[in-house]
Structures are given as C-alpha cells and as structure tokens.
C-alpha cells in the first residue's frame, strides 16, 4: 500500500503524561512523526493535537485505533489533506541593516504576503503564514541575506467534516 | 493465608474525617474490596505500610520476596478470583522491579493496581535516593498511570484507578504517590468511580451488525469458532457454552481461553495455535466462517496473517483486530453472544466434524499416543500431566511458567470449570509460575492449585518458596526437569543444527532447597514411581514440592515454525 500524508486530530483531557502516552505509540511502531502540535480546543478544558504523518492507509487506521484506546483520549481521527484547511507558521530574524541596504528584501516580503511583526535597531521578525512550500520559499529566498534565526511550527489543521466532540461529551453527561 | 477475611464494619471507609494520604490509601483499598495485597516494604512506600501495620485485621499484606513476585501473585489472585489484584512497592527499585508483572498484565488482560512509593514532591526531578521516573517507565505497558502529589487527590484517583483497571479490556494500572503526599493530613471522603467521560469500556451492541452477523451464521457450511479470555473476562462462559451448543460450531481455544469451556465438552476441538492441536490448525484454512470470540489474532494463534484463513468470512465478537473482520461486533461477548444465541436455529455439523475426527486420529497416532503412554524409557512431560488429571479429575487449577512444559499441560491438562488455567500468554515471561500460583491459591482457597514449571523458569523466582512457607500457602509445585531450556533447545535442534547455545543447566538440587524452606519435598527418575508420588502431592494439605526428572531432549508437536502457515503444521 501507498504511503500519504494523514493529520490525525485528538481530542483529549488536559491531562499530564498523556503526550507521553500518544508520543510512545508511535515509538513503539518505529515512526517518525512529520509535524507535531497542540493546543487547547473550541471546547473548555478538552485539548487538541494535530500529528501529521507520512504513512500506509492500514497502518493510520490502526495507530489511530491505538490512540483512541488511550483513557484521556475523548476521539480521535485521521484525514487526508484534502479533507482538512491547514496551515503553517513561520518566523524569520533577519539583520536590521538588510532592510535597509537591500531593497530587494523589502520585495521579497511583498511578494510573499510576509507580514514584519517587529522591528529593532539590530533586527527585524518577518511572520508567514501558509503551506509548506511558501514558507520554505520565503525562507530560500531569505538565506542569501543571512537568517539570524528560523523557525517553523507544526501543521494546524481544521477538518471541512464536523467531528461532534461536544455530542459524545453530552451523551456522557446525560448517561451518568 | 490468614486474617483476610473482609471485616468492613470496623471502619467504615465512607466517613468524611481528617486522616492521612496513606490512612486514604489503606481506606480506599478496602472500600474497592482489596482485602489481600502483595508488596515489598521500602523507604518511600513505609507510611503506607505503617497503616497496613494498624489495619491488618482487615487487610491482609502478603511479603513476597521479590516486587515482581509480588506483581505475578496479584495477576493470579485476579485470574481464579475476578477481582482486581493488588502490587506495593517502594519507589526506584522497588517500582522497577514491578515492570515485568505490569507488561504480562498488559498483554494478557489482567486486572490489576499497583502502588508505588516516591520520593517527596519537592525532590522530584533532582535524583533523590531511591528515586526513579516509574511513571514514564510504566507508560508504554500501563492501561493508566498517574502520580499523586497532593493528599486530597488520593480519593479520586484510587476509584479512577480500580475502575480502569477491571471495566472493558482489563489491564494494570500503577499509581504512584509522593512521600509527602503519604504524610499529608486532608478530609477523606470516598465515592466510587462509576464512569469517565473520555472512556467507554462497553460500546452497545451495534443491531445491524448483529443482522449481518446472524446472516453470516446462518449461510455457513464449514464454520469454525476460535474463543480467547475474553468469554472468561467477560464472565460469558454460561452465555459461550449456549451459543456453541444450540450452534453446532466446533470450537478451538487459545492459551489464554483455556477453561472457559470444558475440556471434554463434544464441541471442543482443542488448541489452535503454534502448538495446538492439528485438526483446529489445519482446519483454520479449510472453514467457511471463522467466529472469534474475545481473542485477538496474536501472532502465535495465526502464524503468517497472509495465508490465514484467506477462503474464509470472518465475524469476530469484541475486537476487530489483526485478521480483517467481514462483521465486528464491538460489544461484550456476554451481550452478543446471548443476542446471537436468541436468534439462530440449533443446528449440527456431522459431516464438518468428521474432518476434525479424522484429524485427531493422526494427531493422536504421530503426537499423543507417544506423550500420554510412551514406550521409551524417559519419563515424558505429557505422562506427568496425565497422571495429575488422573487424581485432580480436571477440577484443579493450573499454573504454568513458560516453554515446553506449558504447551504440554495446556495441551493435556483436562479442565471442568473456567478460571482454572493460569499462565503467562502474551509475554511469555519465565518466573511467572510460583508467584502467580501463590495468588491463585489465594484467590481460590477452597481449590486445588498446582503449579507446573520447567527447571529454567522456576529458577527465577525461587525465592518465593520463602513466602509460601511464610504464609503456608498449599500450592503443590511440579518441576518437570529436563536440565535444559527445552524450548529454546528444541529451536536450536530444529532451526540452528543442534548448537546448544547456552540452554543446557547444570541444576542444583531441588529437592533440598524446597526442604530448606521446610517445604515437603520428593523426587521422581522412574515411571513406576510417578504414579504414587503425584498422589501422596495431591492428597497432602499443605505445599509440596515434587520434581519429576522427565527425559531430557523430547520436543513438543505439533509446531507451526514460526512466521509459516497454519497449514504447514508438522507432527515430527
């Protein structure tokens, strides 16, 4: 079977030691993971993470099963990139001077739709939003001008199907 | 065994008064109906047992001798009671030394709780004595683990903690309390933990699987029904038995399924599995519906997954794991099966069970007859379980360690009623035996327990003999002695040429060492001699210990090599 890229969303307890517990599922399969983050959710006190792996259909749906089986793992499910909005963030620190002496900088992040989020007399922070490919192109076009730092965060996603974690939290509620 | 009787009304465990954490411990453990725990004493663990100290007219500590025994004493507790099972440690040591018994718990579905002292909350992080991460240790072969901090949380977390441990798939959980938080005064006031909003141990049945499922039955030919210990977890050895029979299905079991049906029932066929039976194995590839109930695929029971059962439709009940499944119903086996069994016709199979008789004539002409009444000289493991069915008549419970000797008492072991086998399935760890039938006994006093184990295995954990003396717990302990790793010498001859890598034993001798632990103790070498011996071990009162000196390079068949088909099943 075909590797592809999934995003697995889990929604969980704000608990300690769970990222342990869902990181160890993955070691135990030997995979690496693509991107990794986590947040809390649209619902009080129920987190979320977004893993994106590169990986066989059989093999996601089994990892996701695992997940799930976890005890502070409310549901958790997988979707191809067509099925969700992604994005990604990315910061560039960039020497102060260049903004100035290089004019094509200032063209670069134009064209880029890069936003400046700070400015200091030593350096100046660009911020991108977007896919994989414009802030890796942002940051190729950044290098010959010496990036001071670079960072990119993991893969935050929305699915377009609705994922009903309120109604299997209600249906708690009412059943007990 | 003594003293613990549950004596609840002395104090009851719901008053909301001021007490310590590790008072709360004590009181949460009676409140769950853990009366009997098993642990070792150490630093961090010490005002726990300070309190077990002043509680122990209510609850009964058993001190092993080693924290793993400790561990394998409450997995066998859980399997012959249906209770949670109950392991203390101190932190660092201690709590490691509880690994090997959390992940055979884990694999094998075992209920069971375990509880760790660490170091105070403010030394954590800063390796203190004695101090060790057990919480990220644990992590990967826990059900649950949490470290408490704080007092006040011990309520909670110890309802939360039972609660995992015995609902939906059973497993370990470790709860690991700082030292301070032992020391800390709080107001206790304990509620029982009756569900969590992120876990739902039991899915309702799903009814239009239940339609497919019935449809499948009812067009099946040739079908087939392997069964695991989810029917004995599950506690639908009643509910399994109704649907075999008023089905017709022949039935196959997997190590751990062993007992829930019993072993002379018409309908059982045996074994399945590296060394199961051959009629079960072979047949797994010829039904038309294969029905597996409350098991999960290991490796072991299918052998390659590509050549397994590949003509079939599969329905599996519980789980849909490993094989795909043509209809899961994921739900209790209890309620499925009793739903099923409402709905289908009683049938028979005459023709489908012939193929299993003709079968079982090979079988027993290559294997069995040379196992049960052997010509040759040396005693052979299989004459030695058949002569303690012979005085147990199949009422006893037996526990079993790990390698050739466990797949022969499985194999011929004769079983009446369920929750009497007992053995280490999934992990496979050696040393399990003589702990573990220290907890079966004590989780079925008025039963017959015999431990049987090989030479290697018993070796590491011989030291519990010191805790059945201690306790003089009557579990009757068979070494069947072929001073060799015989599983591990029997892959070598078979796979590796005959290089005998390390599995020859030079052993001591046994005999002397079960005396030294004031332990009665006898020694068979002849045939002659093993008939009278097994029974003065069976009618004695108190433990025994009994070393049968079986012949030294016998192999166990049948045998699926390992990673091949079901289908290439070798007799010789």
């Known amino acids: ?176 | 065994m003594k003293n613990h009787k549950n004596k609840k009304n002395q104090k009851s465990p719901n008053d909301s008064i001021t007490i310590s954490g590790a008072e709360a411990v004590v009181r949460c453990l009676l409140a769950e109906d853990a009366n009997l725990v098993y642990g070792y004493p150490g630093g961090a663990i010490m005002p726990i047992y300070d309190e077990l100290y002043k509680y122990k007219d209510q609850l009964h500590h058993v001190l092993t001798r080693h924290e793993q025994g400790a561990t394998h004493a409450a997995q066998g507790f859980a399997r012959t009671s249906g209770k949670v099972g109950v392991a203390l440690a101190t932190s660092g040591p201690g709590a490691t030394n509880l690994v090997t018994g959390i992940a055979d718990a884990q694999i094998d579905s075992t209920p069971m709780v375990c509880i760790t002292g660490q170091v105070a909350s403010h030394l954590l992080g800063s390796d203190a004595f004695q101090e060790t991460d057990i919480i990220g240790i644990s992590t990967p072969v826990t059900k649950w683990n949490y470290q408490i901090t704080k007092a006040s949380e011990i309520p909670e977390i110890m309802a939360k903690a039972f609660y995992i441990a015995r609902s939906g798939r059973p497993g370990p959980v470790l709860i690991d309390i700082t030292k301070d938080a032992q020391f800390e005064m709080f107001d206790f006031n304990y509620v029982k933990c009756r569900g969590i909003r992120s876990y739902w141990p039991n899915p309702p049945l799903n009814t239009n699987h239940l339609e497919e499922a019935l449809k499948l039955i009812n067009e099946a030919k040739k079908p087939f029904i392997v069964w695991g210990q989810g029917v004995i977890l599950g506690q639908a050895e009643q509910e399994f038995k109704a649907f075999v029979e008023k089905s017709g299905i022949p039935a196959a079991w997997t190590i751990l399924g062993l007992s829930a049906l019993p072993t002379d029932h018409p309908l059982n066929r045996g074994m399945v599995g590296m060394h199961g039976n051959y009629a079960p194995n072979l047949l797994t590839n010829e039904c038309d519906l294969l029905i597996a109930i409350g098991m999960r695929f290991d490796d072991r029971v299918t052998g390659d997954l590509n050549t397994y059962a590949k003509q079939a439709k599969v329905l599996h009940l519980e789980v849909n794991k490993n094989v795909k499944a043509d209809v899961a119903l994921i739900t209790n086996c209890k309620i499925s099966l009793k739903a099923l069994t409402k709905r289908i016709s009683k049938n028979t199979f005459s023709k489908w069970l012939k193929r299993f008789d003709a079968l079982d004539v090979i079988e027993n002409e290559k294997v069995i007859k040379g196992d049960l009444f052997p010509i040759k000289q040396g005693i052979t493991m299989g004459e030695s379980i058949a002569m303690i069915n012979k005085y147990t008549k199949g009422d006893a419970v037996i526990v079993t360690d790990v390698g050739q000797h466990q797949m022969v008492a499985c194999r011929y072991a004769k079983f009446n009623q369920s929750k009497s086998n007992v053995t280490s399935g999934g992990l496979g760890t050696m040393g399990f035996a003589l702990p573990a039938a220290i907890g079966a006994k004590m989780g079925a006093p008025a039963r017959e327990v015999v431990a049987v184990i090989g030479d290697g295995g018993y070796q590491m954990t011989i030291q519990e003999l010191g805790t059945i003396f201690q306790q003089q717990v009557a579990v009757k302990i068979v070494i069947l002695n072929n001073d060799f790793l015989g599983m591990v010498r029997q892959w070598q001859q078979l796979f590796f040429d005959k290089r005998y890598a390390s599995t020859e034993m030079t052993n001591p001798d046994f005999v002397t060492i079960a005396k030294g632990y004031h332990i009665e103790a006898e020694r068979v070498e002849k045939r002659e001699d093993l008939d009278q011996a097994v029974g003065r071990m069976i009618a004695s009162e108190k433990p025994f210990f009994l070393e049968i000196c079986v012949e030294k390079e016998n192999n166990v068949f049948p045998m699926i090599p390992s990673g091949a088909s079901v289908s290439d099943i070798r007799l010789e």
Do not use: C
Not at chain 1, 46 to 70: A, C, L, M, S
Not at chain 1, 92 to 99: G, N, T
């Open chain 1, 1 to 176: 079977m075909e590797k592809k890229t999934y995003t697995i969303s889990v929604y969980s307890e704000n608990n300690v030691g769970l990222l342990n517990r869902i990181s160890a599922i993955f070691l135990k399969r030997h995979i690496n993971l693509e991107s990794f983050s986590t947040s809390e959710s649209e619902i009080p006190n129920v987190f979320r993470f977004v893993i994106v792996i590169n990986i066989t259909p059989d093999k996601v749906h089994k990892i996701v099963q695992q997940i799930e089986k976890q005890i502070d793992v409310i549901k958790a499910y997988y979707h191809t990139d067509e099925e969700t909005i992604f994005q990604e963030n990315a910061l560039y620190k960039v020497k102060s001077s260049f903004l100035f002496e290089e004019r094509q900088i200032q063209n670069i992040i134009k064209a880029s739709h890069a936003t400046i989020v700070t400015v200091s007399p030593e350096f100046f922070v660009i911020e991108k939003t977007g896919f994989r490919e414009e802030t890796e192109q942002l940051r190729k076009d950044l290098s010959p001008f010496g990036l001071l730092q670079f960072v990119r965060s993991g893969r935050i996603s929305v699915t377009k199907a609705k994922m009903g974690i309120s109604e299997i939290l209600n249906t708690f509620k009412n059943n007990n």
